[in-house]
């Protein structure tokens, strides 16, 4: 979790305006719920290397030096990370460490960072690398290994920022912590569904011991208009519900003075961050129904996955958006969710309004806006009354439910 400076700056970012965001994430409580690292998205180095090869820093944008910049945001609770590229330059231009691995490792730690987000812009020639795109990254990675062991240090966390392609879930998942699985985000609908429908199909990677990145938070990044941006209230609550409950790397990329207070409660939802969080389980939630009248398991880029569930160690977790442009009525059976005992009762707890709102027998229906979201915490409440005294069914779910004889049950 943290901050990450593109999409609200781009290259027009320096010392003030880090510090600026550092004060501001101090002040609006977001290091103390958990925001504490701030990524140097590309542009922070001098275009050109030093006579010796190595990176230089920018004294104009950066006047008190990398190093004392960086032991300042640590005084605040905020760690610093370094951005750099598998080939001979960063995206923005700037010098990539293609060949320069063990050296710009050496500058980031002497800067101060622990962090190193590495992306995969100008790609030398084949017969020059001869690898693929992993072979690339191994590159890096090896020399993050063999400096920790060297210097006897934790090594740098590893982020691997391929945008999606090549199946990074099968590969990056041996080298780094976490792996993009899209291209770039952009502050509107269309693309938090298409991210959305991409992670409903790449779940399973997610654990302790990598993340899919699913990018930035978009949460009120341009701060005019809604108060969340280019995306409406209700919008705003749905990235960030998926993105923490998908278990995404949480950086914000929001110019946070010019936020509004509803934005910045939106990042600063607790019971929601403790999910992606947790300490016992790693993995992301999972879809078990879409919905809507699309067929399941099949990718539908502005109607993904609406229902979705997961373990937690504070209970089971349900996530329910709406992808349709009207209100609608999401209705499921508990039982759909592999992390649901059959036969019991369950206390809900919004995660949104955090609010107890009752005990849920077998099913539930919920409400939702337009692009809306519902996060829900169901906790064990003892076993279901008698379902004859009820006028229910033996089996919520009735298919293949047998007597005692082997005979079917039938509803």
């Not at 992301?284 to 109607?303: C, E, K, M």
């Not at 309004?353 to 409400?367: I, S, Y």
Request: glycine share 8%; proline share 5%; with cysteine.
């Amino acid at each position: 979790m943290g901050y990450n400076t593109f999409n609200a700056f781009g290259c027009e970012y320096n010392e003030e305006k880090l510090l600026s965001m550092a004060h501001s994430m101090v002040e609006e409580g977001l290091v103390e719920a958990g925001y504490n690292s701030m990524i140097f998205d590309d542009c922070f180095t001098q275009k050109r290397r030093g006579e010796d090869g190595e990176l230089l820093e920018d004294p104009e944008r950066f006047p008190s030096g990398m190093r004392a910049l960086t032991d300042k945001l640590k005084t605040l609770g905020i760690s610093a990370s370094a951005y750099s590229d598998a080939g001979y330059k960063t995206c923005a231009g700037y010098p990539g460490s293609y060949g320069h691995e063990e050296q710009d490792l050496e500058t980031f730690s002497a800067w101060g960072f622990d962090y190193l987000k590495y992306d995969n812009c100008y790609i030398p020639f084949d017969a020059v690398t001869q690898e693929n795109v992993y072979g690339r990254y191994e590159r890096m990675a090896k020399a993050i290994a063999a400096r920790a062991v060297n210097m006897n240090e934790q090594p740098f966390v590893f982020s691997i920022c391929q945008w999606g392609w090549q199946n990074p879930w099968v590969w990056a998942k041996r080298l780094g912590h976490s792996w993009r699985i899209n291209g770039d985000i952009k502050p509107w609908w269309e693309s938090l569904t298409a991210i959305i429908d991409n992670a409903s199909f790449q779940y399973w990677a997610t654990d302790f011991y990598g993340h899919n990145d699913m990018d930035m938070l978009e949460v009120g990044n341009t701060g005019q208009g809604d108060p969340v941006g280019n995306l409406t209230y209700d919008e705003a609550k749905s990235h960030f519900t998926a993105w923490a409950l998908l278990k995404s790397p949480l950086f914000i990329s929001t110019n946070l003075p010019n936020a509004t207070q509803e934005a910045r409660d939106i990042l600063k939802n607790s019971d929601i961050i403790k999910i992606n969080q947790d300490p016992n389980v790693g993995e992301s939630i999972a879809p078990f129904r879409w919905g809507s009248g699309q067929l399941d398991y099949v990718s539908n880029a502005t109607h993904p996955a609406q229902y979705w569930s997961g373990n937690s160690s504070y209970g089971v977790v349900f996530m329910l958006l709406n992808t349709l442009d009207t209100p609608q009525d999401m209705f499921f059976n508990l039982t759909e969710s592999w992390a649901i005992r059959s036969g019991r009762l369950y206390d809900v707890y919004d995660m949104w309004t955090h609010t107890h709102n009752g005990t849920a027998l077998r099913n539930m229906t919920v409400r939702l806006p337009p692009h809306g979201v519902a996060a829900l915490l169901l906790s064990d409440a003892g076993p279901e009354p008698e379902p004859s005294a009820l006028g229910l069914p033996y089996c919520a779910i009735y298919w293949q439910c047998t007597w005692p004889n082997g005979t079917y049950y039938s509803n």
